[in-house]
T-cell receptor
Framework: GAVVSQHPSWVICKSGTSVKIECRSLDFQATTMFWYRQFPKQSLMLMATSNEGSKATYEQGVEKDKFLINHASLTLSTLTVTSAHPEDSSFYICSASGGQNNEQFFGPGTRLTVL | AQRVTQPEKLLSVFKGAPVELKCNYS??????LFWYVQYSRQRLQLLLRHISRESIKGFTADLNKGETSFHLKKPFAQEEDSAMYYCALSGKQKLVFGTGTRLLVSP
């Protein structure tokens, strides 16, 4: 099946710094990538949808200036958490789709801890 | 509004027992429904989708539009079925997930 990778798998940073998370589709072209956030023992919440070459569409309540998403190529999307604060600590998961049935393939997730 | 409800956080059964993980949804249009599974230390992966009407790893799920349900069933649970199961609804290209049910199958 299609493989999606994320880097890094975990990151610890100081409050006020910015963190970039990469999402790559390794063996297919992802026309659409999705970014989710998952708090402990809670469900995945969609943050934004990005189509290659265009601006991301953010869900209600997600600050676009806080969570910068770039989808510059068909195999790479990045999520940058700017001026991170402890409340941004979470598990961030990306998914990618590009197949005929629009199935989403999920990355392994990135755990962000902001001190 | 799109909403997916999974009422059970944890379902614990013995090996060989039947399993039913409940999922109810609300959606104004024609929904496309999925079950995703996450095994320990692994990524989320698609288990089955209602339009396929197939059985995967012995699991089946039938869409009941009258009851707005998409329960996941397996007649005889196996220990390797222990995992986190998420019901999801797709509308306008987006997936909306339920809160998940942890299935624990004991020997």
């Amino acid at each position: 099946g299609a493989v999606v990778s994320q880097h890094p798998s975990w990151v610890i940073c100081k409050s006020g710094t910015s963190v970039k998370i990469e999402c790559r589709s390794l063996d297919f072209q992802a026309t659409t990538m999705f970014w989710y956030r998952q708090f402990p023992k809670q469900s995945l919440m969609l943050m934004a949808t990005s189509n290659e070459g265009s601006k991301a569409t953010y869900e209600q309540g997600v600050e676009k200036d806080k969570f910068l998403i770039n989808h510059a190529s068909l195999t790479l999307s990045t999520l940058t958490v700017t001026s991170a604060h402890p409340e941004d600590s979470s598990f961030y998961i990306c998914s990618a789709s590009g197949g005929q049935n629009n199935e989403q393939f999920f990355g392994p997730g990135t755990r962000l801890t902001v001190l | 509004a799109q909403r997916v409800t999974q009422p059970e956080k944890l379902l614990s059964v013995f090996k060989g027992a039947p399993v039913e993980l409940k999922c109810n949804y609300s959606y104004s249009g024609s929904p496309e429904l999925f079950w995703y599974v996450q095994y320990s230390r692994q990524r989320l992966q698609l288990l089955l989708r209602h339009i396929s009407r197939e059985s995967i790893k012995g699991f089946t799920a039938d869409l009941n539009k009258g009851e707005t349900s998409f329960h996941l069933k397996k007649p005889f649970a196996q220990e390797e079925d222990s995992a986190m199961y998420y019901c999801a609804l797709s509308g306008k290209q987006k997936l909306v997930f339920g809160t998940g049910t942890r299935l624990l199958v004991s020997p």
